[in-house]
Every structure is written in C-alpha cells, then in structure tokens.
C-alpha cells in the first residue's frame, strides 16, 4: 500500500512536470512566432543611399520586382532591342521625372495577364462566342482588352500579316515616387514604354517556313499613338493614377536577325488629372554600326575616326583582328558609344600595355561623344574597360584582376 501511494505521487509529479514542460514550449513556441511575424512585418522599407546613385535614380528598398517580369526578354525581337528599350525609357524618364526628386521603382500597375491581353488583337463578337469558356478566361476575351488590330475573323496568316498585322510588342511600366517617400505608398508618376514591331513575322503552316512582312514606319507610330491614348483611359481608371503625371514614349524596334536595336519614335507627357494626349513629340534616334554608310550620314568625322583607330590598333598589334563598335545618334549628335576590342591574352602585363594604348587612341579619336565605353575582351572574358561620361575630363580605366 505504502510502494503504492508513492508510485502515485511519482506519477503526478512527472506528469505536472511534462505539462508544465509542454506548457512552456508552447509559449516559447507561441514567443517565436510572435516575435517572426513582428520581424517580418517590420523589414526596413528605405531607399538606397544618395551616395551611390551617381546619374541614376534611388530605388526603394526591399525591391519590388515588376508585375509582368519576364516579358521583357519574351516579347523583344533580340536582345539588342530589351536592353535599349529599358535603359532609353529610363534615360527618357530623367528629363521628366528628375533624379533628384524621385525615387523609382519596377511596374507594379500592369501584370503579366494583363500586359498579355492588351498585346493581344481585338476580338469581334463571332470571334468570342466560338471561344469555349477556358479559351474565353485565357484570353480574357469577355473584357476585350486587346490593342492589336482585329482580325476581322480571317484566319488566312498572309491576309493577316497584309491587312491586320501585330503592331505592339510590349508594354514597359516604370514607377515613381517622392524622394521622401521610402515606403512607396503615393505613386507620384509613371512611364509606359510601347515596344512595336518594325517586321511582322508569321508562318503560313505549323511549325512551317517564318516570313516576314516590313511594316510601314509611319503606321507604327499611328497605331503606337492611338493604343497610348487608349493605355492612358485604362489607367485613369485606376484611383492612385488619376492624378499623376504619365510619360509615354513610343520604341520601334529593330528586326529578328539584327546586330543593333531600334530606336524611340515619339514620346508625350500627360499632366496630373488629364485623360486625353494633345500633341507628341517626335524623336529622332539611330544606332548605327561603325564605320558603316548610316554613321557617315550622320557624322562622318566619328566614322573616319573610328576606321583610324582601326587600323592604328592593328598596325601596333601583329595578331589584332578589329574592333566593332557601336554608336547612338541623337539628330546628328553622337550620345553613346560602344566598342568591343577583342584580343588574344598571353600575359597582364600586355593586356595592361594594350588598355593604356587603347585609353590614348579614345582620347584622340572620340572627344565629341557624350559617352563611350571600350570592352577589350579574350573572347567572352573581360580584360579591362574603358569608360567617360559626359561629367568626366578623363576616361576611367579598370583592368580587371581576375577574368575568368
């Protein structure tokens, strides 16, 4: 009796013990839970730092990635035009919304689904009622929110590509803010950059031949400024967009098989409050190769300059092939200059006394550019680069250290 009534006692107590333990890891469970939610619900929302920003926009941190990523490199001809497009609605977005004054961040207005749905045509009503329900949801057809051309109902690709072709490519948001405002709660201005098509490509089979059709340079920026206005309704609808200031830049782009990008068309900005587009502003931008007939055209001094430095590097290095460069034309105004020089790499001490050859044949040739830059590479390795902005008297140079 007595062995028994101290078992019980034995029991009651490791049973309150494990209660009592189980109790406290629930509540230090409880604790850290708590304490998680509290971390994550208060990540810092800044912006990055004054100092580093140099000629570019502060962003706001953590970063936001842009509701219809992936288009970009989805949607562009080549990848000359994606890169071009976003750093020249960039550079094009400066002279509205000044980097002094505003904070930036990627579309978060336009999502993928809807980007997609206005590349698509416009439906006619035959067309959506032989959709069947999941095509109709797919394409969001009830709501009708293509820009492109309606086919009409034609399903002829050559009548198509005659009388009803694709004309926009992609839409590319970019988001303003106060430069006070770090938690990017008060949208303050937009730019929506418009990728067109310069070709139309289309097959008359599946999976068959790819033809392509020229489109009319001066229909491109009609069609590019009817599907702006039409852009510019849909997002006043929006109640944090009513009042806001929206730039619109028009891009056509250049063709599938291309070694350069196209260029801006035109571009507007829509003050706070406005729902119609009065008067465009045209823009007159080229890249061209060098040395090629279309840089002659515009300043044959850069393209004769650019064939010296040519043929000086190749009379000072035995083994040199050529340079290939590339230049954009503002008018006639050469902005930004590109140039790849490629070598064969037997040492650093030679890729050093190339760089410095090189920085001296820059600073002889290409003093009327805004900006160039000189990649000279060993095939896909960097060696050193070659830089001057327009605030620079001197080109930066940088030999890398290790280019693997």
Not at 123 to 145: F, P, Q, S
Not at 159 to 186: M, R, V, W
Not at 267 to 289: F, H, M, P, S, Y
Not at 295 to 305: G, H, I, S, Y
């Amino acid at each position: 009796m007595k062995r028994t009534f101290i078992l019980l006692i034995s029991a009651v107590v490791m049973l309150s013990a494990c209660g009592q333990d189980s109790g406290h890891k629930k509540e230090e469970g409880n604790k850290e839970e708590q304490s998680s939610k509290k971390d994550s619900s208060s990540v810092k929302q800044k912006a990055t730092d004054k100092d580093v920003q140099g000629n570019d926009y502060r962003t706001i941190l953590p970063f936001k990635e842009s509701q219809a990523r992936g288009l970009l490199q989805d949607n562009m001809a080549n990848s000359y035009n994606g890169q071009d497009f976003e750093s020249g609605l960039l550079d094009l977005s400066k002279e509205v919304f000044p980097t002094d004054k505003y904070l930036y961040q990627d579309g978060q207005y336009l999502d993928k689904d809807t980007v997609n749905a206005y590349l698509d045509p416009k439906y006619t009503k035959d067309e959506i009622k032989k959709m069947d329900k999941d095509e109709r949801k797919d394409k969001k057809a009830d709501e009708n929110l293509g820009l492109n051309p309606s086919h009409e109902g034609e399903k002829d690709p050559e009548k198509i590509a005659e009388h009803s072709p694709a004309y926009l490519s992609n839409i590319l948001e970019q988001d303003f803010y106060d430069s006070g405002d770090t938690k990017g709660k008060h949208i303050k201005g937009m730019t929506i950059g418009l990728a067109m098509n310069s070709k139309y490509y289309y097959q008359k089979e599946k999976n068959g031949e790819t033809y392509s059709k020229k489109l009319d340079s001066d229909e491109v920026k009609k069609q590019g400024k009817q599907m702006a206005g039409e852009i510019l309704t849909r997002l006043r609808e929006n109640k944090e967009l009513k009042d806001i200031p929206i730039h619109f830049a028009i891009y056509k782009q250049s063709g599938e098989n291309a070694i350069t990008p196209g260029e801006f068309m035109a571009g507007t900005t829509v003050d706070e409050g406005k729902t119609r587009i009065n008067e465009w502003k045209d823009i007159d931008q080229t890249t061209a190769l060098l040395p090629s007939e279309t840089a002659a055209d515009k300043d044959e001094r850069l393209n004769n300059n650019f064939k010296q430095f040519n043929d000086n590097l190749q009379s000072y290095f035995n083994n040199f092939t050529q340079a290939v460069g590339t230049v954009k034309f503002n008018k006639k105004s050469p902005q930004q200059l590109s140039i790849d020089v490629p070598i064969d790499y037997y040492g650093k001490a030679e890729t050093i006394g190339i760089t410095q050859y090189v920085t001296e044949q820059a600073k002889k040739y290409f003093d009327n550019v805004d900006e160039y830059e000189i990649h000279i590479k060993d095939g896909n390795n960097p060696q050193a680069l070659i830089s001057k902005s327009k605030d620079d008297d001197e080109p930066q140079v940088h030999i890398y250290k290790n280019s693997n």
